[in-house]
C-alpha cells in the first residue's frame, strides 16, 4: 500500500487568508487527486495534479482559488485561497500506483479546514 | 452527470446484527462499482468492487452485487462488529481512476 502523509490534519482559518495543504507520498505514484467532502456531502473531485504541467480541473473549480502544485512524483500542494465559511470541508489527497497489471487508488488521512 | 446516492446514516446496530447500507447509481455506461470504509482517524480504504453487472465483491465479511436491472450496488455483512465502526462510502468509476462517491453513512456498532 502507499503510505500518503497528509499536512495539516486540521486547521481553523480566517476569512479572506489562505491555507496550503501538503500531500506527501514515500514512493512514486502514477496519479496524483484532490478531492473535497462539504459537510454532510459527498467526496468531490476537485482536479487532478500533473506532474510539471498545470492541474486538471473539473466543472466548477477553478485554478484561482484552488491554486495546484506538484513539483516530482512523490508531492503536491492545494492551496484554498481567499477562503470563506463556504470553504469549511475535509480535503483529501489520493494517489494511484501500479499493482502488477493493475492501478490501486489510496486516499490520505484529510485536512479538515474550518473557516471562521 | 453520473451520480451515487446513499443509504442516509447514521446507523446504529447491536453486535452480530444484520447489516445492509443501501446504494444507488445512475451512470452512463458501465461504470465499476465501489466501497470504501474510513475508520476514526484514518484515510478511505478500498473494502470491495465489482467491475461489472452480477459481479460480487466480498472482503472482511462484506459482501455487494452489482445489479444492473436496479443500478444497485448495496453493502451487506451477516454479523457486524464493534471494529466495523466507520464511514462507509459508495462510489462509481468514471474511467481514469476519477471516481464519484455517495454522501458517505456513518455506522456504529454497539457491544
Known amino acids: 500500500s502507499a503510505v500518503i502523509s497528509q499536512k495539516p490534519s486540521r486547521d481553523i482559518c480566517q476569512r479572506g487568508t489562505s491555507l496550503t495543504i501538503q500531500c506527501q507520498v514515500d514512493?512514486?505514484?502514477?496519479?496524483m487527486f484532490w478531492y473535497r467532502q462539504q459537510p454532510g456531502q459527498s467526496l468531490t473531485l476537485i482536479a487532478t495534479?500533473?506532474?510539471?504541467?498545470?492541474?486538471?480541473?473539473e466543472s466548477g473549480f477553478v485554478i484561482d482559488k484552488f491554486p495546484i502544485s506538484r513539483p516530482n512524483l512523490t508531492f503536491s500542494t492545494l492551496t484554498v485561497s481567499n477562503m470563506s465559511p463556504e470553504d469549511s470541508s475535509i480535503y483529501l489527497c489520493?494517489?494511484?500506483?501500479?499493482?502488477?497489471?493493475?492501478?490501486?487508488?489510496?486516499f490520505g488521512s484529510g485536512t479538515q479546514l474550518s473557516v471562521l | 452527470g453520473d451520480s451515487v446516492t446513499q443509504m442516509e446514516g447514521p446507523v446504529t446496530l447491536s453486535e452480530e446484527a444484520f447489516l445492509t447500507i443501501n446504494c444507488t447509481y445512475t451512470?452512463?455506461?458501465?461504470?465499476?462499482l465501489f466501497w470504501y470504509v474510513q475508520y476514526p482517524g484514518e484515510g478511505l480504504q478500498l473494502l470491495l468492487k465489482?467491475?461489472?453487472?452480477?459481479d460480487k465483491g466480498s472482503n472482511k465479511g462484506f459482501e455487494a452485487t452489482y445489479r444492473k436491472e436496479t443500478t444497485s450496488f448495496h453493502l451487506e455483512k451477516g454479523s457486524v462488529q464493534v471494529s466495523d465502526s466507520a464511514v462507509y462510502f459508495c462510489?462509481?468509476?468514471?474511467?481514469?481512476?476519477?471516481?464519484?462517491f455517495g454522501q458517505g453513512t456513518r455506522l456504529t456498532i454497539n457491544p
Open positions: 489520493s494517489v494511484t500506483r501500479a499493482l502488477g497489471t493493475n492501478e490501486k487508488l489510496f
Open positions: 514512493s512514486q505514484v502514477t496519479m
Open positions: 495534479a500533473n506532474q510539471g504541467s498545470e492541474a486538471t480541473y
Open positions: 451512470a452512463t455506461g458501465y461504470p465499476s
Open positions: 465489482a467491475t461489472k453487472a452480477d
Open positions: 462510489a462509481l468509476n468514471q474511467g481514469a481512476q476519477k471516481l464519484v
